[in-house]
């Protein structure tokens, strides 16, 4: 049986986290029950803008660690890179190479936030640099770990661009999406299997429910809600893109973090309550 995703993808605009702040995310997924942690700030120039150049040593030390630390606590490491519009799988491969030669063994692909015509001729060129990609892991690992964002993530128009996506992608790549909007309010039952159906595969959900890179400054104090149940069952996992503050996202991936391990007995108010309680008694 494949594996579910649940943790914290770092996707948003702003100011990345600092590395002391991935190293406590990290241990903080791992203490709260999660399993993956997703790197990808869209304002790390090498990560998107500047995608082609390779890390410093510095940057590459930083990533050794995060993907070690990760490992010996059971969570995966996965490194996203953000081709845009240039998807050319030899480049994608060549930056890649350089993470894989320090241990990193689970990656992502975001064609997220471009500005592209939506059809069957770019998604033909997205996915294969993705299925390329995947087959140059199959080298390294026996089961590679893929996430694919499409430049249309979220909503449920059958699109020349998605339906090709649906078909060409290989299965085993999985394919994030946002809800019906990029921040949903809510996510039904009935939206994933809209999606599922769209898109030939149960989805990764991306939820930017606590993101506030739209609203600078705004620091939401609220219980993860408003999330059917049976997307535990029904997707392929949920990452929590969070505020461009940490240490106030916490609280926020902590009720997350309590949806994820049981979603049929989840009571908003009362796992917000629980939280002064969680960080007084010595929780990260």
Not at 17 to 39: C, H, M, P, S
Request: with cysteine.
């Amino acid at each position: 049986m494949r594996a579910k995703y649940f943790g914290v993808i770092e996707g948003f605009y702003g100011k990345p986290y600092t590395f002391k702040e991935r190293i406590d995310l990290i241990a903080f997924l791992a203490e709260t029950g999660q399993n993956t942690y997703v790197y990808g700030p869209k304002d790390d120039p090498r990560h998107r803008r500047s995608w082609r150049k390779p890390y410093s040593a510095a940057k590459i030390k930083e990533f050794k660690y995060l993907s070690r630390l990760s490992l010996s606590m059971g969570i995966h490491f996965n490194y996203a890179l953000s081709p845009m519009n240039d998807p050319d799988y030899k480049a994608i491969i060549s930056k890649i190479k350089q993470l894989i030669d320090i241990g990193i063994r689970n990656f992502s692909l975001f064609y997220d936030d471009i500005n592209i015509e939506l059809n069957g001729f770019i998604a033909g060129k997205q996915t294969k640099s993705a299925n390329m990609l995947y087959l140059y892991l199959k080298k390294y690992f026996k089961n590679p770990i893929l996430f694919f964002c499409p430049t249309q993530y979220r909503g449920f128009h059958r699109s020349q661009y998605i339906r090709s996506v649906a078909v060409e992608l290989l299965k085993q790549i999985e394919i994030f999406w946002t809800g019906n909007r990029v921040v949903s309010k809510r996510i039904t039952g009935n939206d994933v299997k809209r999606i599922t159906r769209i898109l030939k595969r149960p989805p990764l959900i991306w939820d930017n429910i606590f993101a506030n890179d739209y609203i600078p400054g705004k620091i939401w104090r609220q219980p993860y809600n408003n999330r059917s149940a049976i997307l535990i069952q029904k997707t392929r996992g949920i990452l929590i893109n969070p505020m461009n503050e940490y240490w106030p996202s916490k609280p926020l991936i902590y009720t997350a973090a309590r949806f994820f391990a049981s979603s049929s007995n989840y009571r908003p108010k009362k796992v917000w309550g629980e939280i002064k309680r969680y960080f007084n008694k010595g929780g990260r």
